[in-house]
């Protein structure tokens, strides 16, 4: 039996011990700062702990963001031990010890079901324990480690890094996991599913984000329990989103939401778009966005959730302006009503703060405008704050064969130009090229009679 099947009831087992010989962790690779909160907490005499999805990479040969902490001493405990530390956390308590701009996490172990973003730290919204419907619902309670492991969600990331000798604890088959790149839930999968259905997100996250493998039980329940996230409050789930797409892995993600049959319950209009037209340009666009979103990531360059929700909703809304194929709605007030429909239905379901949400508007409204291109009217497109976004959504339409690349390219030469070439270039289009829609010819008034 793996250890994973089946949590403890009264007494905990034992952990396996993986001494310092056995596994490929060295203090080189971990962060300086980590060791020097390690170390104070060990010559104090509490327990310290390098935990969660710094461990895992560390044993996979990767290079970790965040280097979390857990102990067995108490939040103040861990504030009088360093000057530069702030607790955070309205109910459960987290130690935040400062050095500069590096910031590193110290959790004390927990009990009760708690729910733990393993990349991140504890998810505050989530201090709860069960309803009748099994999900959580209570404050959190400091633990052992014993029960702090239980409440993490997979095996690969519910390892232990002692600083005492260096060792790997492991309470549920972690270590085998994480080496067989087999992401594996704690306890049973479908309890764990309805006590959080988050973690469904959190299984396509992983998967894609290690390139690991579902165990069969885990990836089992997925389809049949997909339903549970409709009761998902929507700002929760555009966290999630969040992590899911702008973390380097957005386009394996987005495919494992497919597959696992999530993406009905985050993205309706979008599911059903791509469902029906799979191969349309909305759907290329989609998944040249996304392409395109994970290497910036991998450039080091900003991504923001607006271009996001553009490149994902833009299938959903060329069906809702009568136009799965393309081109735009000559119209700009159709794309202006599919735009909105579109965005209030997507907003029931994930969160886009306004923020973002706007902005997203404007990227899709600033589309028509690509395709007139003479006169005062297409140099004023130059000069918007959204341009830039709006251009790179027209490139990503070109290149998904929605619209003539050669829009594309004279935009793209356009801004090489001199501005005295420009005017010119722009003078010497054909005015049809950028006449909008015909007003309606103002009706004029008629003069009341003189009164008599």
Not at 285 to 290: E, I, S, Y
């Amino acid at each position: 039996m793996h250890p994973y099947e089946e949590e403890p009831s009264a007494g905990h087992p034992p952990p396996v011990i993986v001494p310092r010989a056995e596994h490929p962790i060295s203090r080189a690779d971990i962060s300086p700062n980590a060791l020097k909160v390690l170390y104070r907490l060990k010559d104090a005499g509490y327990q310290g702990f390098l935990v969660g999805g710094a461990v895992r990479d560390l044993l996979l040969g990767l290079h970790p963001k965040d280097f979390d902490i857990a102990t067995d001493a108490h939040p103040e405990q861990v504030r009088k031990l360093f000057r530069n530390c702030r607790l955070i956390g309205r109910r459960f308590h987290l130690a935040h010890v400062r050095f500069g701009m590096d910031i590193i996490e110290v959790a004390t172990f927990r009990a009760a079901h708690t729910e733990v973003d393993e990349d991140h730290g504890v998810d505050e919204a989530e201090h709860r324990v069960l309803d009748v419907h099994g999900r959580i619902l209570r404050d959190n309670l400091y633990g052992s480690i014993e029960e702090d492991v239980w409440r993490r969600d997979f095996t690969a990331n519910a390892l232990y890094y002692n600083i005492a000798d260096y060792s790997v604890w492991d309470y549920v088959g972690g270590v085998p996991d994480a080496r067989a790149r087999v992401l594996r839930l704690i306890g049973d999968p479908e309890t764990r599913y309805r006590e959080d259905p988050v973690r469904m997100l959190r299984a396509a996250r992983f998967a894609a984000k290690l390139d690991f493998t579902l165990h069969p039980d885990t990836e089992a329940p997925l389809a049949r329990l997909a339903y549970m996230l409709d009761s998902v409050p929507p700002a929760r789930l555009f966290d999630e989103t969040a992590k899911l797409l702008l973390a380097g892995h957005a386009a394996s993600s987005f495919g494992l939401l497919r597959r696992f049959e999530l993406l009905p319950h985050l993205m309706p209009d979008v599911a059903t778009a791509i469902a029906e037209a799979p191969e349309s340009p909305g759907a290329r666009l989609l998944r040249l966005g996304l392409e395109g979103t994970d290497q910036r990531v991998r450039d080091d360059r900003p991504v923001t959730p607006t271009f996001l929700f553009a490149v994902l909703l833009w299938p959903a809304i060329l069906r809702a302006a009568g136009a799965p194929d393309g081109p735009l709605p000559a119209d700009p007030q159709l794309l202006l009503t599919a735009t909105d429909e579109v965005l209030s239905r997507q907003l029931r379901r994930i969160t886009i703060p306004k923020r973002f949400g706007l902005p997203m508007r404007d990227l899709v409204m600033l589309q028509p405008r690509f395709e007139r291109r003479s006169g005062r009217r297409a140099l004023r497109l130059l000069e918007h704050p959204k341009f830039r976004a709006a251009y790179d959504l027209l490139l990503l339409r070109a290149a998904s064969g929605e619209i003539d690349p050669g829009i594309a390219e004279w935009w793209t030469q356009l801004q090489t130009l001199p501005e005295a070439e420009r005017v010119a270039e722009v003078e010497g289009q054909p005015a049809e090229a950028a006449e909008s829609p015909r007003r309606r010819p103002r009706r004029r008034r008629r003069r009341r009679p003189a009164a008599d």
